[in-house]
């Protein structure tokens, strides 16, 4: 009742008893407290302006779907009347629709038959009167009837009248709009990339494996940029972007590391490290920075000391996933500790950093990902067991906000809940994509043969010491003999699927064998032993229609980011070509998905 008394409260309808309800419950109160600041925000916002087509492509939308139902409908339910203003646009639609159908929708039509009410009798009319919450109820009753109708007409509009190429097609061989991008560079050998709608974050070396660049590929001119005032002599790799940081690593070549008494100057040890830092860019609007000239922040930096690692692990950082200002990192340090790292980005204040979760004892954390408002987030705790086997199981950590009170302050408190979520020993890979989790269960699959492509054994395994994919298997998200990832990239399973808010079980979207699934904002892709891809659109819940030869195979990497999918096709820029002649471009290749991206209300 109080959502409606918030809009009877006009004087006309006696609201004195809700009111002396209101000020003796203090939980009736609290709320609608809590309903008005609500509303006040709410009207707060900008109004939105439809642009002048608004209606005729509403209509339109309208007609198709209309044109749709009848299609579908019993013949009993075709004699109901074509509403009067969709009449002329389902003319339009006669054309490219069955002949009955056409017939039926180009006929001159009666407006919508009237609702009436039954008549009451004369004892009843003080009760209507006194009741205006029936109205009010019977009038949003009408209203979510007519809109259930029209709810897909509605996103259309929202989208400023772009068809939703999300939908499944029948007969498009694919729905990808892939687009290639030649840029004119000095650092011809790509390393590793990552995309935006409109920006190809890349690191690249020059000949003879010298000189490695961090560059901005503008989508529109073309144009490479430096990111870096000189070129380094580290292996640089990109990690990931979001709408206002770049993380990138830099990961120095291997030495021998001498540590000797300070007074008898005896060597006590000594032992192959590589010091590496974890760098951040900003990529945001803030006026008194570019990316172009912003100096780097760095996150985090140690030493990657190969002894007190398991063999297998050639990497310091684990696993990266960020959102605007979040970001989870897994990384170890140089005792082989691994740890779980949040951090909380900005660009007028050193970053803040939180760590969630480490483990010792060889075992290794990898893969965190979260929801876009960082309340769930899910990790693997990988190890190699003494079956030479690779394991792994997930965890999770759930923030909530507690109850408020009924009475006294009111303040934000949440409680926070770390647990395993998954203790399989199979599950890896955890992504999670519009509040859906999604887990490769390698449980009964096989790991192919690197050299071959085929499935060597019905149980996975993994070698301890990784070994360096050939041409003939998938590309990895990196390319380049500098930095050898996880081996469980090279796993694979099938799809399991669960909701992020409550954990409950979910219908996967593919039964089929895949490998190193790869989540976007709003698609999975993964890989198959076909070299090739698929994809798994999680807002429309289908299935993406992908070309079989969409991933050429000459592809040295791919990598998803946001909204966007990237690779390499040039063999010349291959980085682990041998040719000494300098090559002055390089191309890429992506896809976009959604192809328009949707307006947020």
């Known amino acids: 009742m109080l959502a409606a008394y918030r809009e009877l409260k006009n004087g006309r309808v006696d609201t004195v008893a809700l ?9 009736c109160k609290a709320f609608f407290t809590q309903s008005n600041l609500v509303g006040k925000r709410l009207r707060t916002l900008p109004e939105i302006e439809l642009p002048a087509d608004a209606h005729t492509k509403l209509m339109k939308a309208l007609a198709v779907e209309h044109a749709q139902f009848i299609q579908q409908s019993p013949a009993s339910r075709q004699s109901i009347p074509v509403p009067v203003f969709l009449a002329p646009y389902l003319k339009e639609q006669g054309q490219a629709i069955p002949d009955t159908i056409a017939a039926f929708s180009t006929a001159d039509t009666g407006p919508l038959p009237v609702i009436q009410l039954a008549r009451k009798h004369k004892n009843t009319h003080r009760s209507l009167k006194m009741s205006p919450f029936v109205v009010v109820g019977l009038a949003a009753a009408f209203l979510m009837t007519i809109m259930v109708g029209g709810l897909t007409s509605m996103v259309i509009l929202a989208n400023h009248g772009a068809p939703d190429i999300s939908k499944v097609t029948v007969g498009q061989t694919s729905q990808l709009a892939l687009a290639d991008y030649t840029t004119t560079t000095n650092y011809t050998h790509i390393a590793s990339a990552v995309g935006s709608r409109d920006t190809i974050y890349y690191t690249a070396y020059r000949n003879n494996k010298s000189g490695w660049m961090l560059a901005a590929l503008d989508n529109q001119t073309k144009v490479s940029t430096p990111l870096l005032t000189q070129a380094s002599a580290s292996p640089l790799i990109v ?24 007074h008898t100057h005896k060597v006590i040890s000594s032992y192959e490290g590589r010091t590496w830092s974890l760098e951040a860019t900003y990529l945001g609007s803030d006026p008194t920075s570019t990316f172009t000239t912003a100096t780097p922040t760095t996150l985090q930096k140690g030493i990657f000391d190969a002894t007190t690692v398991p063999a297998w692990v050639q990497t310091p950082i684990g696993g990266i996933w960020s959102g605007q200002n979040m970001l989870l990192v897994t ?14 980005l900005d660009a007028a204040k050193n970053p803040q950093a939180t760590e969630l979760a480490s ?20 990790w693997s705790e990988e190890w190699m067991g003494d079956d030479n086997m690779l394991h792994s199981n997930i965890w999770a950590q759930k923030i909530s906000m507690a109850e408020l009170p009924l009475s006294g302050r ?12 998954l203790a399989n020993k199979a599950a890896f890979h955890p992504q999670v994509v519009k509040d859906t989790l999604f887990l490769l269960n390698v449980k009964n699959a096989a790991l192919p043969d690197v050299t071959t492509g085929n499935a060597t054994s019905a149980t996975p395994t993994v070698s301890a010491t990784p070994s360096t994919q050939s041409p003939a298997t998938l590309p990895g998200r990196i390319n380049t003999p500098f930095y050898t990832p996880l081996p469980d990239n ?4 099938t799809l399991q699927a669960f909701s992020a808010l409550d954990d409950s079980a979910a219908q996967a979207p593919i039964s089929d064998v895949v490998q190193d699934p790869q989540a976007g904002t709003r698609f999975l892709l993964w890989q198959n032993n076909a070299k090739s891809i698929g994809m798994y659109d999680a807002v429309t819940k289908e299935t993406v229609p992908v070309g079989i030869n969409t991933l050429p195979g000459n592809a040295a990497l791919l990598s998803v980011n946001g909204d966007t999918t990237v690779w390499t096709t040039n063999p010349t820029n291959n980085a ?18 959604p192809v328009r991206a949707p307006i947020t209300p």
């Open 331 to 344: 990384m170890l340090d140089k005792q082989g500790t691994s740890h779980l790292i949040h951090y909380v």
């Open 410 to 421: 009111w303040g934000h408190q949440a409680s926070t809940d770390t647990y395993m979520f």
């Open 576 to 593: 682990n070509s041998q040719s000494t002649q300098d090559v002055n471009t390089v191309t890429f290749q992506m896809f976009n998905w």
């Open 359 to 378: 483990v010792q004892n060889g075992h290794v954390l990898t893969s965190p990902t979260a929801t876009s408002n960082g309340t769930s987030i899910y």
């Open 239 to 262: 990690l990931s972007s979001s709408n206002n940081w770049l993380l990138w690593l830099r990961f120095d070549l291997p030495q021998r590391v001498i540590i000797k008494n300070t």
């Open 19 to 27: 009111e002396v309800h209101l000020s003796s419950c203090a939980e």
């Open 490 to 493: 090279a796993l694979q399973g």
